[in-house]
């Protein structure tokens, strides 16, 4: 068994020890969850976190988050957080990164084979057990073989599967599969995930994404896929920690603001990978042609494949002092970034290798205050966002910018702080507690049905 703290010394120094070990009494029930945990930059992995630490406040007293390796992270190119700025986790919550199985003839093989080994293993120490998969490929993969083998070796305690599905599954895995007449691979895809007990997706656009997948591998290859998934597929909406942004002390976020030489309301704040989908592009040439570039700041903030064009389009403008780039804004800093912001801005458009399937960033935005919310009607972005948020078309930096005249210039501070109020309202939904209550109702539905 190789737990985070073993890795520590041996191939990631600085990161937090999230928990030294598990509970020294045997536990009485246990969550597990399989994902790409930090310190990758992902909505999922804040997701897995903030299940599993709801998890401890719901009767769990043992939670594990499986993930891979720190250098196979590093290896695939994954955006990362600095390993220093990762946040530790809470006792009773341990991080497993299994070392791979097999030397180099294994290829990738290797470290699925490690995954699905320590599964086995938690599967079969006699402790009834959910566990959950976020992402199908390759986590509810590793988990449905570490079940079935668990299962038939006899030892296999009260055991449920859940598998949560994300826009990705489909416009990477399967998109790609149809599109080359890989009927396996996208069979393999649809019939694992409907194999788990409870198959969930992250909001109704992503729901809808899979049904129109599998109509079309059901139309082409004679499969009946499409209504397994319209009978078994709920929704479960990412799992927000709302206390981290609802609770900020005000002199608090000043003096951080103050660290960067910011000002509250005195910049407009974009929060995103920097890549092609998020539509960074779109906002900056918004800020260049707005009325507001003499009287206040753009902030950029993260890093991903698009960072030196970006940087390089800011320097080109006219106002290029007046936007900020920052790459190494951690967890701890971020909702008061978005607090202190004028306005928040997720100009996201959809994109072959990437379509926006729900907007964590834009529920945390919500939570923390600050400003309006400017973004688009992106794959799950409304579901997201509701009623609180300014609309405009994608790839239109025109509108953009009037938007952002309107707020900066014409919303008076009752207007604004009623709209701060009735957005963090809406955006409680989300709590973790909220979201893992309903899931637990879900998985209770199906255990007194079978």
């Not at 086995?120 to 959910?130: D, I, K, N, S």
């Amino acid at each position: 068994m190789t737990m985070l703290s073993d890795h520590v010394d041996a191939t990631a120094p600085g990161l937090p020890r999230p928990e030294s070990g598990p509970p020294p009494t045997k536990p009485t029930r246990r969550l597990v969850i399989v994902v790409r945990a930090d310190p990758v930059i992902c909505g999922h992995s804040g997701e897995a976190r903030n299940l599993a630490e709801a998890a401890l406040t719901r009767g769990f007293d043992d939670v594990r988050i499986v993930t891979w390796p720190i250098p196979a992270l590093q290896a695939a190119g994954l955006p990362l957080k600095p390993l220093d700025t990762v946040l530790p986790y809470t006792t009773g919550i341990t991080v497993e990164r299994p070392e791979p199985v097999g030397d180099y003839r294994v290829l990738d093989g290797r470290h699925v084979a490690g995954l699905v080994g320590r599964l086995v293993e938690l599967f079969t120490e006699g402790v009834p057990t959910t566990a959950m998969s976020l992402y199908l490929t390759p986590h509810d993969t590793v988990v449905s073989r570490a079940a079935a083998i668990a299962r038939s070796t006899g030892m296999s305690a009260p055991l449920t599967t859940i598998a949560e599905a994300v826009g990705s599954d489909i416009t990477n895995v399967v998109r790609t599969a149809i599109d080359e007449g890989r009927f396996g691979a996208a069979a393999d895809v649809f019939s694992t995930y409907l194999g788990n007990d409870v198959c969930v997706a992250v909001s109704e656009f992503t729901k809808r994404l899979i049904i129109d997948a599998a109509i079309e591998v059901d139309e082409r290859w004679g499969t009946t896929f499409a209504p397994a998934c319209v009978e078994r597929i709920r929704v479960s909406y990412p799992a927000v920690d709302s206390s981290s942004f609802t609770s900020l002390d005000r002199s608090d976020t000043d003096a951080r603001l103050a660290e960067r030489g910011l000002e509250r309301d005195g910049y407009v704040l974009s929060l995103a990978r920097l890549s092609k989908a998020k539509g960074v592009d779109d906002l900056v040439n918004a800020f260049a042609m707005s009325a507001i570039r003499k009287r206040t700041t753009l902030v950029v903030c993260g890093s991903g494949p698009e960072a030196p064009s970006l940087r390089a389009l800011a320097g080109s403008t006219p106002c290029a002092d007046r936007i900020v780039f920052l790459d190494d804004v951690d967890d701890a800093e971020k909702p008061h970034l978005l607090a202190g912001s004028s306005a928040y801005v997720l100009p996201s458009k959809p994109r072959p290798e990437f379509v926006e399937t729900f907007g964590i960033s834009l529920v945390e935005k919500m939570l923390a205050g600050g400003g309006p919310i400017v973004t688009c009607a992106t794959g799950g972005i409304p579901e997201a966002v509701g009623p609180h948020a300014r609309i405009v078309p994608t790839s239109h930096p025109h509108a953009i910018a009037n938007h952002l005249n309107e707020i900066v210039l014409g919303l008076s501070p009752a207007e604004r702080t009623r709209g701060a109020a009735a957005a963090r309202h809406h955006a409680l939904q989300f709590d973790r507690a909220a979201v893992f209550d309903r899931l637990s109702a879900r998985v209770a539905e199906v255990t007194l049905a079978a």
